[in-house]
């Protein structure tokens, strides 16, 4: 098999391993907030924690991972194994209404936090994967194809469970049992085309692995240390609302298992139509350049949703959101990727991920503080604020590679 056809069966076979990641993630990530609140009775600061605890646990999934990525002179098999482990967790959540009530809410937690040790070795050795077998000239045009299938299959499948949920009552448990048990079934076929993949054998110099947090090597790269100070900034604005959206549309907009459906299509649909406009772009004008308006229109979004509580009017809100998701998902990655060298690009992702993590856990629990502290409306505020403020980081991100001759521009002028 030639190279050209070979990357073209690496595309088909990771489209094919996505739309079974997307399905899970519609399936029972999408739903855990409402099953905490709906179900268990999970209070404001443990809904938080479904947020933020996976991410400080899968913090020392990094650090480990990212030792272990090191030594791999093959990144698949890995990657299987740990998203095989991190889907067994599914089995474990779905028999959670069947221990003691007391115990429910705690031990869902601990679940969902746990699952993420697996899952973050799968995300990190993906991402390093994913950076090997798709040439630089085919990423933004892959990844926007790729992300856009996913929203698709996505959109379809969150409005059939959407439907499906209105057939129970909304503290009702059977319907969560049934659907984690699907998603442990879509990770089979997620975990079967991802081993389908092809991938070169690297010859790695034995060398002494060094855990991230200590080796600083990797920061030595300007682009990629000021793109880090951006990206976890934005991610921090980003994800201190995350909780706080669920805590609104539950619980102060009052919304059922079909309307947190609708709010995903409307999200997917946005997505769906920005998808191929942000990968043209990005292509046009740099990721770099494109990144302080994704920061811009999801500093919008905060602001917009508090406005009211109507049902429809939050759908609405989705759609406008999900204009920018798509960007921040296909930018961010693709910019990670162009900031970093093949020579030491899974340390730095490792490195990366682990900041992310301690970001992630963060983020979602100081918007809670706010909730507890404020209200809902200062909290959302606070974040749309913080949001714009990224924006400022990008530009100044912006002009330095501009300024600095960043190889993203030389690549982009000599296609020119």
Same mark, same amino acid.
């Given at each position: 098999m030639?190279?050209?056809q070979l990357n073209s069966e690496n595309e088909s076979l990771s489209i094919n391993n996505g739309i079974y990641t997307t399905l899970i993630q519609n399936i029972s990530t999408n739903y855990f907030p409402l099953f905490a609140i709906s179900v268990l009775g999970a209070s404001n600061y443990q809904v938080g924690l479904i947020s933020s605890l996976?991410?400080?646990?899968?913090?020392?999934a990094m650090l480990i991972g990212s030792v272990i990525m090191n030594r791999l002179q093959e990144k698949k098999m890995f990657t299987v194994y740990s998203f095989l482990f991190a889907r067994l967790f599914l089995v474990g959540i779905a028999l959670v209404v069947f221990i003691p009530s007391s115990y429910q809410s705690v031990v869902f937690i601990v679940l969902v936090g746990f699952m993420n040790f697996p899952y973050s070795f799968a995300n990190l050795s993906w991402q390093a994967l994913i950076g090997d077998i798709i040439s630089e000239d085919r990423r933004s045009s892959f990844f926007s194809t790729r992300n856009k299938m996913m929203t698709i299959?996505?959109? #379809?499948?969150?409005? #059939?469970i959407g439907l499906f949920f209105q057939m129970f009552d909304s503290s009702n448990p059977l319907p969560y049992v049934l659907l984690y048990f699907i998603a442990f079934l879509c990770g089979l076929m997620e975990i079967y085309y991802l081993k389908k993949h092809h991938e070169k054998r690297k010859t790695i110099e034995e060398k002494k692995a060094k855990i991230p947090f200590i080796s600083l090597s990797v920061f030595k790269n300007k682009y990629f240390l000021y793109f880090i100070i951006c990206a976890l900034f934005f991610n921090f604005a980003w994800q201190m609302c995350?909780?706080?959206?669920? #805590?609104?549309?539950?619980?102060?907009?009052g919304a059922t298992g079909l309307w947190i459906s609708l709010f995903a299509v409307a999200n997917s649909i946005g997505q769906i139509i920005s998808f191929k406009w942000w990968g043209r772009m990005a292509e046009k004008h740099t990721n770099a350049k494109m990144l302080i308006l994704v920061a811009v229109g999801m500093a919008v979004a905060p602001f917009i949703t508090v406005l009211s509580t109507n049902l429809v009017y939050i759908v609405l809100t989705n759609i406008f959101a999900g204009l920018f998701v798509s960007g921040t998902i296909l930018l961010l990655f693709n910019q990670l990727l162009d900031v970093t060298e093949e020579k030491n690009r899974s340390e730095c992702i490792s490195n990366y991920n682990i900041?992310?993590?301690?970001?992630a856990f963060a983020a979602p629990q100081f918007g809670v503080f706010l909730l507890e502290s404020t209200n809902i409306y200062t909290a959302m505020n606070i974040s749309g604020f913080l949001r714009a403020i990224?924006?400022?980081f990008f530009f100044c991100f912006y002009v330095f590679l501009k300024k600095n001759g960043n190889v993203t521009y030389k690549r982009r002028w000599a296609k020119a």
């Open positions: 030639d190279s050209e996976p991410q400080f646990i899968g913090m020392f299959i996505g959109m #379809i499948s969150t409005f #059939i995350w909780s706080l959206f669920s #805590i609104y549309q539950i619980k102060y907009a900041l992310l993590a301690l970001v990224s924006g400022v």
